[in-house]
Structures are given as structure tokens and as C-alpha cells.
């Protein structure tokens, strides 16, 4: 085996014959790369943004228009720089451009072919710029991308959750707090609540995409240019509000990726707790759900195994998203304005954030439409657990006007002798309730089942079945609305 082919390592001593030419004479012996190699391999960041190309091109397009439009370019070089960009776009969708490390960046890579395409145009091109506010352009734009593409796929992950939603709008399930049987609700009032909690995922990321959407070009290295360009045409010509304010700030502020690691752990944690729900329910002891083949996979000693493993993954890829977050925060503390090579560290954890967060919601998404419930099994269990003793307690409060805190204490007394007896509470003779509360009459059954509860929930956001297909329409439609348009 290459011996340079093997991890660098400071444990690792090396025979002097393999050390490298390169090698530092007096420090270089536990390094087989001499420091040429090291630096490069620590420098160049071309092994990752050259997955920012496209922005890259669509700046530099930008730039170059707006030069010729103040004179700094001709037109000829301008149609020259549009032409090779154009190839250059092409060989990298062909893949068979020629990526070069030692060209550090994907910005020198393009720049570098485009200068050996068409000669000196190239060489102007980065007139009245850096590759600071380059970079940072490039980035705000594929970020832009991401939260598209995201958002979109939060809308159709919130269509099939209300999809699922209306068709179980009335289908009972156990509703859980501390995950003990509390009180009975809706399956489709329970997908409605992740409904709402991506709702707010998209407007976090809308909101950091106004905030972003302001246009770093121009800001140069960091104090501007004395060329005359006009950084309102080229925001304009990317689809930016204006060009930002401050130089310095253009070439340093990353909070845009900072806000969108941030909106993006927060809808990973929404997915992980989904995930956790349908890892609980396909369990056997639960079996309120079962996933098919498409989202489980076997074991291979145990025949009778489906384990949802997609939704164990949605669970983890929180952990990769949460740690992007940390990882970016942790770089930027403490950072002296305006940009550090530091600043370069921002693309990896933002690509693998957006990567994982679009791969969890597709096979959430994915889920979702595939889950089939186990209504009979879900509406049983929602009556176990003394699951109507609130309505119970509410029935003493209405009926015998008993004040609430008193009707808990009675309804307390009840359940306590149910489970003495090894029975539900609508179980309980009316002598048996009467001896705890002897006002209690008849009645008091038309209010301890599930169907009973669910329905009895008619309050603002409450769980009854009426309230709960209401909102399911007004999802599918506000979500058609916006598919459509
Ligand atoms: N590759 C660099 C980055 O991602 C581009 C900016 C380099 N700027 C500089 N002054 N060296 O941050």
C-alpha cells in the first residue's frame, strides 16, 4: 500500500526513507507530506464549494454585466466572459472540468479556465471585487436555493400530514402527556400538530431568507472600491432587495447561515420527535400503525422483525443537523471583523445540514403517505388508563356545580376504586359512584366515553372531530392554494 495514502497521524512515526522530499528537516520527520502539501490540504476548500459553481457563474455574470454597463469592461469582453462561463458551465454539468487543487477555490478554478478560454477578458473580470464579497454572495445565494427547495418540501410533507389528517379527523387515539394515557384525541388532531409545527419551520426560513436577502457584491475585500459600480444593478440582477450597507459587514456576516442552521435544527427536532411517535407506535406492544416493506427493513435472526428504520434515521440526522449549528457558531465566535480563511469552514456543515434535513423530510414525507393505522387497536387503547376521568370531573362541575378542585378530588376517589376493582370507569355500578359522590345520577355515563370525550372538545384548537376536519380543509386548502399557484 502507498504509504502517502494513509491518514497523517502524530502517533504514527514514519522510516526516514518515506518521508517526503518536501519534509522539514528539523520538525518534518513525523509528517510524510512536506509543508506545501499540508498547507494545501488544510487551504483549499475546491473538494467542497465546488458545489457553489452555479452561484458562482450567476454572480460573476452579474458583475461582469454591470462593469460593461460603467465602462470598465468592453462589451466585447463582456460577451466573451458570458460565452465562457457558458462552456464552463457545461463542463462542470458534463463533469469533465478540470478541478485543481492547487487553484485552492472553486472562484480561482472558474476564473483560472475562463482566463485560459478567452485570455485577458478573464483576467478583468474580477475588477472591483474580492473573492470575500464573491464568496459571500455565492453563499447567501445557495443558501437562498436550500430554503426553497426546503420550504417546498416542508409544504408537501405539510399536505400529506393533512391529507392523513382529514381522512382521521374523528378517529380516536389515546392523547399523551408525560407519554401516560391523559386524555383521549383525534389521530388527525395529532397530525394537525405537526402540521402547525412546520408551518412555523417555513416561516423561521422565510424570514431568514428576507433577512438575507440582501446583496454582499461590491463590498470587496472589505472597504469597498473606487471603481463607480452600481451594486444596485447587480442586487437587482440576482434577485436581491438592495445591496447591503456596510462593507465590512458584507464580507463578514455570516448570520444567514447561522439562521438558517438554526431553522433547520429546530424543523430536525420537529422531525425527530415525529420519528420517535412512529418508532413508539409500530412497536408491538403499542401497534397503533404499521409501516410497509417500503420504510421498514428485517432482521436477519429475528423472522418476525419490522423495524422502522427510516424513521430511526429521520431521529439521528437531528444529531448531524444540531452539530452544524454548533459547528458554525463555534467558528464565528469570536472572529475580528471583517472575513477569516475561518469564515471558509461555513460551507461543510451548511451543505450536510440542508443534505440530511432534505433527506428527512422526504422519507418523513414518505412515511406519513405510507402509514397505515390500526384504528380498532388506537380507539381501545384511547378508553384505557381511566382516559375520561377529566370528563368525568368536568360532568360534577356542570351537573352538581361542584367546584372543579373539589370534582377532581371525587373523581380522584373514583378511579382509585375502579382500579381496586380491576375495572374502566364506565364500569363502576351507580351504587359504587354513589358511595364516593351521592349526587352522582345516570347521567353521568353519556359523558366517560371516548366517543363522548373526543367530541365534547369543541373549544379554539380542541380535538373534537367537527374542529379538527374544519382545520384539515382549511390546510389542504391554503397548501393547494399555494402548490398551485
Ligand atoms: N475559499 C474562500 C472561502 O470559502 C474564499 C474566500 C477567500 N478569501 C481570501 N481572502 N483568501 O472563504
Same mark, same amino acid.
Given at each position: 500500500?502507498?504509504?502517502?495514502?494513509?491518514?497523517?497521524?502524530?502517533?504514527?512515526?514514519?522510516?526516514?526513507?518515506?518521508?517526503?522530499?518536501?519534509?522539514?528537516?528539523?520538525?518534518?520527520?513525523?509528517?510524510?507530506?512536506?509543508? *506545501?502539501?499540508?498547507?494545501?490540504?488544510?487551504?483549499?476548500?475546491?473538494?467542497?464549494?465546488?458545489?457553489?459553481?452555479? %452561484?458562482?457563474?450567476?454572480?460573476?455574470?452579474?458583475?461582469?454585466?454591470?462593469?460593461?454597463?460603467?465602462?470598465?469592461?468592453?462589451?466585447?469582453?463582456?460577451?466573451?466572459?458570458?460565452?465562457?462561463?457558458?462552456?464552463?458551465?457545461?463542463?462542470?454539468?458534463?463533469?469533465?472540468?478540470?478541478?485543481?487543487?492547487?487553484?485552492?477555490?472553486?472562484?480561482?478554478?472558474?476564473?483560472?479556465?475562463?482566463?485560459?478560454?478567452?485570455?485577458?477578458?478573464?483576467?478583468? !473580470?474580477?475588477?472591483?471585487?474580492?473573492?470575500?464579497?464573491?464568496?459571500?454572495?455565492? $453563499?447567501?445565494?445557495?443558501?437562498?436555493?436550500?430554503?426553497?427547495?426546503?420550504?417546498?418540501?416542508?409544504?408537501?410533507?405539510?399536505?400529506?400530514?393533512?391529507?392523513?389528517?382529514?381522512?382521521?379527523?374523528?378517529?380516536?387515539?389515546?392523547?399523551? @402527556?408525560? !407519554?401516560?394515557?391523559?386524555?383521549?384525541?383525534? $389521530?388527525?388532531?395529532?397530525?394537525?400538530?405537526?402540521?402547525?409545527?412546520? +408551518?412555523?419551520?417555513?416561516?423561521?426560513?422565510?424570514?431568514?431568507?428576507?433577512?438575507?436577502?440582501?446583496?454582499? !457584491?461590491?463590498?470587496?475585500?472589505?472597504?469597498?472600491? &473606487?471603481?463607480?459600480?452600481?451594486?444596485?444593478? @447587480?442586487? +437587482?440582477?440576482?434577485?436581491?432587495?438592495?445591496?447591503?450597507?456596510? =462593507?465590512?459587514?458584507?464580507?463578514?456576516?455570516?448570520?444567514?447561515?447561522?439562521?438558517?442552521?438554526?431553522?433547520?435544527?429546530?424543523?430536525?427536532?420537529?422531525?425527530?420527535? $415525529?420519528?420517535? /411517535?412512529?418508532?413508539?407506535?409500530?412497536?408491538?406492544?403499542?401497534?397503533?400503525?404499521? !409501516? &410497509?416493506?417500503?420504510?421498514?427493513?428485517? =432482521?436477519?435472526?429475528?423472522?418476525?422483525?419490522?423495524?422502522?428504520? *427510516?424513521?430511526?434515521?429521520?431521529?439521528?440526522?437531528?444529531?448531524?443537523?444540531?452539530?452544524?449549528?454548533?459547528?458554525?457558531?463555534?467558528?464565528?465566535?469570536?472572529?475580528?471583523?471583517?472575513?477569516?480563511?475561518?469564515? %471558509?469552514?461555513?460551507?461543510?456543515?451548511?451543505?450536510?445540514?440542508?443534505?440530511?434535513?432534505?433527506?428527512?423530510?422526504?422519507?418523513?414525507?414518505?412515511?406519513?403517505?405510507?402509514?397505515?393505522?390500526?384504528?380498532?387497536?388506537? /380507539?381501545?387503547?384511547?378508553?384505557?388508563? $381511566?382516559?375520561?376521568?377529566?370528563?368525568?370531573?368536568?360532568?360534577?362541575?356542570?351537573?352538581?356545580?361542584?367546584?372543579?378542585?373539589? +370534582?377532581?378530588?371525587?373523581?380522584?376517589?373514583?378511579?382509585?376504586? +375502579?382500579?381496586?376493582?380491576?375495572?374502566?370507569?364506565? %364500569?363502576?355500578?351507580?351504587?359504587?359512584?354513589?358511595?364516593?359522590?351521592?349526587?352522582?345520577?345516570?347521567?353521568?355515563?353519556?359523558?366517560?366515553?371516548?366517543?363522548?370525550?373526543?367530541?365534547?372538545?369543541?373549544?379554539?384548537?380542541?380535538?373534537?372531530?367537527?374542529?379538527?376536519?374544519?382545520?384539515?380543509?382549511?390546510?389542504?386548502?391554503?397548501?393547494?392554494?399555494?402548490?398551485?399557484?
Amino acid at each position: 500500500m502507498n504509504d502517502s495514502s494513509q491518514p497523517l497521524t502524530a502517533q504514527t512515526p514514519r522510516p526516514a526513507e518515506t518521508r517526503s522530499a518536501g519534509a522539514n528537516a528539523s520538525w518534518g520527520g513525523r509528517f510524510a507530506a512536506g509543508p *506545501a502539501q499540508i498547507m494545501s490540504d488544510i487551504n483549499a476548500s475546491i473538494g467542497f464549494d465546488k458545489r457553489i459553481w452555479r %452561484q458562482d457563474i450567476r454572480g460573476s455574470l452579474a458583475h461582469a454585466a454591470m462593469l460593461a454597463g460603467i465602462g470598465v469592461l468592453s462589451t466585447d469582453d463582456e460577451a466573451a466572459i458570458i460565452e465562457g462561463l457558458a462552456a464552463i458551465g457545461a463542463e462542470i454539468e458534463a463533469g469533465v472540468f478540470p478541478f485543481d487543487v492547487a487553484l485552492e477555490d472553486i472562484h480561482m478554478n472558474i476564473e483560472a479556465r475562463l482566463t485560459e478560454r478567452i485570455g485577458d477578458a478573464g483576467r478583468r !473580470l474580477h475588477t472591483a471585487r474580492s473573492r470575500n464579497d464573491q464568496v459571500a454572495t455565492d $453563499f447567501k445565494l445557495w443558501v437562498r436555493d436550500a430554503i426553497d427547495g426546503l420550504s417546498g418540501q416542508m409544504a408537501d410533507l405539510m399536505l400529506a400530514l393533512a391529507q392523513r389528517a382529514a381522512e382521521h379527523a374523528s378517529h380516536p387515539m389515546p392523547g399523551f @402527556t408525560h !407519554l401516560q394515557t391523559a386524555q383521549p384525541v383525534t $389521530f388527525g388532531h395529532h397530525l394537525l400538530a405537526y402540521v402547525e409545527m412546520l +408551518a412555523r419551520d417555513r416561516s423561521r426560513l422565510a424570514d431568514c431568507r428576507r433577512r438575507l436577502n440582501e446583496c454582499p !457584491l461590491g463590498g470587496a475585500a472589505l472597504a469597498g472600491t &473606487s471603481f463607480p459600480i452600481d451594486r444596485h444593478q @447587480t442586487a +437587482a440582477a440576482l434577485g436581491f432587495d438592495g445591496p447591503t450597507a456596510n =462593507s465590512i459587514d458584507s464580507v463578514s456576516d455570516r448570520d444567514f447561515a447561522l439562521e438558517f442552521l438554526g431553522a433547520a435544527a429546530i424543523c430536525a427536532v420537529h422531525l425527530s420527535r $415525529f420519528a420517535e /411517535e412512529i418508532v413508539i407506535w409500530c412497536s408491538a406492544p403499542f401497534r397503533f400503525i404499521r !409501516l &410497509s416493506d417500503a420504510f421498514t427493513t428485517g =432482521s436477519s435472526i429475528m423472522p418476525q422483525k419490522r423495524n422502522p428504520d *427510516a424513521a430511526e434515521l429521520v431521529r439521528a440526522k437531528t444529531g448531524r443537523i444540531a452539530g452544524s449549528l454548533v459547528a458554525l457558531l463555534t467558528v464565528m465566535k469570536g472572529l475580528p471583523l471583517s472575513y477569516g480563511k475561518d469564515m %471558509q469552514e461555513d460551507k461543510e456543515p451548511v451543505f450536510e445540514a440542508a443534505d440530511a434535513l432534505a433527506l428527512a423530510l422526504a422519507a418523513t414525507a414518505g412515511m406519513v403517505r405510507d402509514l397505515m393505522p390500526e384504528l380498532a387497536r388506537m /380507539e381501545v387503547a384511547a378508553g384505557q388508563g $381511566f382516559a375520561t376521568a377529566t370528563d368525568l370531573a368536568d360532568w360534577l362541575v356542570r351537573t352538581l356545580k361542584l367546584p372543579f378542585r373539589q +370534582a377532581h378530588h371525587v373523581t380522584g376517589k373514583l378511579v382509585a376504586l +375502579a382500579e381496586a376493582r380491576d375495572v374502566d370507569l364506565a %364500569q363502576l355500578d351507580l351504587g359504587a359512584m354513589q358511595s364516593i359522590e351521592p349526587g352522582i345520577t345516570a347521567d353521568v355515563y353519556g359523558v366517560l366515553t371516548v366517543a363522548a370525550s373526543v367530541s365534547s372538545r369543541t373549544s379554539h384548537g380542541g380535538t373534537a372531530p367537527a374542529n379538527v376536519a374544519r382545520e384539515a380543509a382549511r390546510w389542504l386548502t391554503a397548501l393547494d392554494r399555494e402548490l398551485v399557484a
